[in-house]
């Protein structure tokens, strides 16, 4: 009944989690943009520390079940290694393997290392719910986009406009980066079972210390057990060993598979009470455990403080340009949404789970390439411009990379300045009037002026005001000139009000 409970409570979170990422009409966020948020690493990066107390509260009374039941990774690692198990000569395969501690702990110091340094690169690679949120941006959304748009061209075909169509995008660095997790999550999962979550994932470790103490756990009874060693074989932590009767409850997920497969129900769930004779070295155990609580706690203390400083349209205006896609303006410094406060504040809390690229309607938010900052969101105004009206990616940060503001905030909030580029101007390259980026410009920041004072009939060219700019981007999306723009945004290392 347990493993029945666990299992509905998985998919429904795996479910919801899942359709964060996929659902283009922004709807799904209303009902379930909490679960993005009692994600563990960016509860602690938002600092969250309701989130926070409860995740550990509900690990020291029940274990690992956030492992098994909140953790969209997770939940997908026991479905590669449901198929794993696919038929008879397969079905008991696991066998109980000790600890890899050295590898447990070094991957949960490379992480707090990372995470102190500010190399993104690494800590978001071993982040689970980034991990996840890659994968289903990056493979599960655009098949979900393509199955969206047949439907609605059939839908179309027999007069029904129940769907619309929504533009695919692909990303190849990190379509790669999730192919490649998605496949050694696959081989691990589809083998071992539980191998990510017992070895590299950060959470995990720091979980497994604390479910070591948890309230309730399974428990065997060795007066019930006939040492089939059923339960061993069934264990995808591998951390069940039948010959001694024991179980390693820091690698123990609270699956309730064993409960469930044990025929003499020698295995339940409950307050596991040290039995009279039992108390065995026990200065010995107490160093042991003062120890482990002083690695726990210098890891975690270590995140904590560091987390607390830390459409483009083909058409352009009458014809005046050849119509070809727009390259990437060098900038020198990055753009990040509304929200973020500024560079640093941004890469600090920043997982890279892509919920935000997920949720934009304009395509504006991409995976950075650069190494610093790798798949961390940044604005580009190729395929659309950052409407002053949308707040949708602050409404959905999970971690606090984004702090959450209002229509009215982020209106007033210069993210970057418009630059023009003489070389690029149409006016002046081709002798026709444009002003195309003055008359979109959603703040009036742009004037144009006649390029020669002293020839009211000379080329208008645009004139920026940089205290009235907020770096939206559409002087740039919507300017003419191709490959290059006219004009366009460079970013500010701290936002400010104007």
């Known amino acids: 009944m347990l493993r029945k409970i666990r299992l509905v409570l998985a998919l429904f979170f795996w479910v919801a989690i899942t359709l964060l990422f996929l659902d ?18 960016p509860a602690i990066l938002a600092l969250n520390v309701g989130v926070v107390i409860g995740l550990v509260v509900l690990t020291l009374v029940l274990g690992r079940v956030y492992c098994s039941v909140i953790c969209p990774l997770g939940v997908m690692q026991d479905f590669f290694a449901w198929l794993g198990r696919r038929g008879k000569k397969r079905r008991n395969k696991y066998s109980y393997s000790p600890a890899i501690s050295w590898l447990r702990y070094g991957m949960l110091g490379l992480f707090v290392i990372a995470l102190v340094a500010g190399v993104s690169a690494i800590y978001t690679l071993i982040e689970p719910y980034s991990a996840y949120g890659r994968i289903a941006s990056n493979i599960l959304a655009p098949v979900y986009a393509w199955c969206n748009n047949l439907l609605a061209g059939y839908a179309e075909k027999s007069g029904s406009y129940a769907f619309y169509e929504t533009e695919i995008i692909m990303r190849s660095i990190t379509l790669i980066v999730a192919a490649v997790t998605l496949v050694v999550l696959f081989i691990l999962s589809w083998r071992n079972g539980r191998t990510y979550c017992n070895t590299i994932c950060t959470v995990g470790t720091v979980l497994g210390f604390l479910s070591k103490y948890s309230w309730l756990k399974p428990v065997i009874d060795t007066s019930k057990c006939n040492g089939c060693g059923l339960c061993g074989r069934r264990c995808k932590a591998a951390c069940i060993d039948t010959k001694n009767h024991e179980i390693d409850y820091s690698r123990c997920v609270a699956c309730m598979d064993c409960i469930d497969n044990c025929h003499q129900h020698a295995i339940s769930y409950k307050h596991l009470k040290p039995a009279k004779g039992d ?17 726990f706690i210098t890891g975690v203390g270590a995140v904590v403080a560091t987390a607390a400083v830390k459409a483009q349209d ?34 600090q809390h920043c997982t890279a789970c892509q919920l935000c690229v997920s ?28 409407r002053p009206e949308c707040t949708k990616c602050s409404e959905v940060c999970p971690d606090g990379a984004i702090v959450k503001i209002t229509e009215a905030q982020k209106a007033a909030t210069q993210i970057g300045h418009a630059v023009w ?21 959603p703040v009036g920041a742009i004037t144009m002026v006649a390029y020669d004072p002293n020839d009211p009939e000379s080329p208008k060219i645009p004139v920026v005001n940089d205290e009235r700019c907020i770096g939206c981007g559409a002087c740039e999306n919507l300017c003419p000139s191709r490959p290059f723009s006219a004009i366009y945004v460079e970013g500010h290392e701290h936002h400010r009000e104007i």
């Open 24 to 41: 283009f009409t922004g709807t799904v966020h209303s009902w379930f943009g909490w679960m993005a948020k009692i994600q563990f690493v």
């Open 279 to 295: 108390v065995k070295d026990t200065k010995e155990e107490t160093r042991k455990t003062d120890n482990g609580r002083r690695t």
């Open 314 to 347: 083909k058409v352009v205006d009458g014809g005046l340009a050849v119509i070809e896609d727009k390259k990437i303006p060098v900038r020198k410094t990055r753009i990040v949404p509304p929200g973020a406060i500024s560079l640093r504040h941004f890469s």
């Open 359 to 386: 949720v934009c309607p304009t395509k504006v938010l991409r995976p950075s390439t650069d190494l610093k900052t790798f798949m961390q969101p940044e604005s580009s105004y190729e395929l659309g411009f950052c």
């Open 421 to 441: 580029v003489k070389e690029n101007c149409l006016p002046l390259t081709k002798g026709v009037s444009c002003g195309n980026c003055a008359r979109k410009c």
